[in-house]
Structures are given as C-alpha cells and as structure tokens.
C-alpha cells in the first residue's frame, strides 16, 4: 500500500520559470492537502482539495499559485513566475475523510516533499 | 487566533532523560491536537495525538499532557534515545467550520548517546 507519493524530490528553477509540483495521495483518499515549509519553520497550510474541487485556498497567495485535483491522475501545485522568496520544501498530505465532518479528525499521512530551490 | 505557539526552538537531552516540549493555542474552538515527527528529508509522521477530554495520553514513552484551561499541551518523551531525534511539531486541528491543521514551528530534538 504506497503511501502519499510526491514528485519531483527536488526542483530547481531559474526565476520566472514554472513549477509543477505533483502529489499522489494514499489509496483510497480524495482529500489532499497542501503546506509550505521554510527552514526552521512550522508547515504552512496552503490549500485543501477533493477531487475536482478547492474547498479552501486561503493559505495560498493570490497571485502565481494555483492547484488543482483532477478527477484523474494527482494534484498539481502550479507555482508561475517563481521568485527566489518561493524556495521552500512543498508537503503534500492526504486524508481519507475531511477533517471537519462531525468530528472525525482523520491524522494527515505526508509525502516526502518537494524541495524547490529558485537560482 | 488560529496560531499554535511552541517551545523550545531547540532541545538537547541526555540518552535515558526526559524531553519536555510545550505548546499554547488561541482558538478554543480547536479540539484535536496531534505531535508529529519528522526525520531529515522526510515528511512528517503523526505520533501521538489527543482530545481535550482527557488531559493526558500515553503511547510508550510518548505522552501527552493537556491542560484545557491554561490552553496548554505539551510532549514528554521519556527515556530519550539517540533514534528520537527528529523534529517534532505540534499542531491542532477542529472539527466544527474548519479542515485545516495548523502547525507550530518546531523544536529539534538531539539525544545525545
């Protein structure tokens, strides 16, 4: 039973490039979840989605990011005009129920990240 | 108001001695607070986690204290060995209105052998 699949491991783009970052969820989850983090930070939440919808992406900047969770294949976080303050290890989590749905806080399972390095 | 507090920023403790790491929130309306370890180039990993009905849960050496009024938890690992040093977050999440889990900063943990 694979576990939250992430991919590329490690990305490195020029400023003013795209990235794509992908994430596979566990078998069996439609709920994915996407955090940033900075060295010697915390995660920051970005976005939650189910497939084919964004339920929150108030952890998103408004310009440059989006995300999307298609009904096939994995969610992509598209970041466009990378800047060098967009360099970050990207986690993807998944959930097989939503956190919020009369109390069942499923545990978030992560993948092992994306380090985006921007030159 | 969504923030989730969390000291130290760093620990170094002694092979067999206690780790002690703290957290604080704000929002009272959070009611699932989980730990999570995390290993260089790894994800993180739920550990332990707890609901404010009890104050504290034990898993092993982990365990969780949790004081509803100060609005306060923290981890205790007992026994501290070489292989526990990660970093460990603690987070809280709430079932009412909201989805989202949200993360302290961390506190990196070295056991010395």
């Known amino acids: 039973n694979a576990g939250v699949m992430q991919n590329p491991r490690h990305l490195v783009r020029r400023r003013g490039q795209e990235a794509r970052l992908r994430c596979s969820p566990m078998?069996?989850?439609?709920?994915v979840y996407w955090y940033r983090q900075l060295p010697e930070e915390g995660l920051k939440f970005m976005v939650y989605?189910?497939?084919?919808?964004?339920?929150?992406e108030s952890g998103m900047p408004k310009e440059r990011f989006s995300a999307e969770f298609p009904k096939e294949g994995p969610s992509i976080l598209r970041i466009q005009q990378v800047v060098r303050g967009d360099s970050a290890a990207y986690f993807c989590?998944?959930?097989?129920?939503?956190?919020?749905?009369?109390?069942?806080?499923?545990?978030?399972?992560f993948g092992s990240g994306t380090q985006l390095s921007v030159l | 108001q969504q923030q989730v507090k969390q000291s130290p920023q760093s620990l170094i403790v002694q092979k067999g001695g206690i780790s002690i790491i703290n957290c604080a929130y704000e929002?009272?309306?959070?009611?699932?607070f989980p730990w999570y370890q995390q290993f260089p180039g790894k994800g993180p990993a739920l550990l332990i986690a707890?609901?404010?009905?009890?104050s504290e849960k034990k898993e092993g050496r982990f365990t969780i204290s949790f004081n509803k009024s100060a609005k306060q938890f923290s981890l205790h690992i007992m026994d501290s060995q070489p292989g526990d040093s990660a970093t460990y977050f603690c987070?809280?999440?709430?079932?009412?209105?909201?989805?989202?889990?949200?993360f302290g900063a961390g506190t990196r943990l070295f056991v010395k052998a």
């Open positions: 989605l189910q497939k084919e919808n964004i339920i929150d």
């Open positions: 707890i609901r404010p009905d009890v």
């Open positions: 078998k069996g989850h439609s709920h």
């Open positions: 929002n009272t309306a959070f009611d699932y």
């Open positions: 989590a998944s959930s097989p129920l939503s956190q919020g749905t009369g109390g069942s806080n499923e545990k978030l399972f």
């Open positions: 987070a809280a999440s709430t079932s009412t209105g909201g989805f989202k889990t949200i």
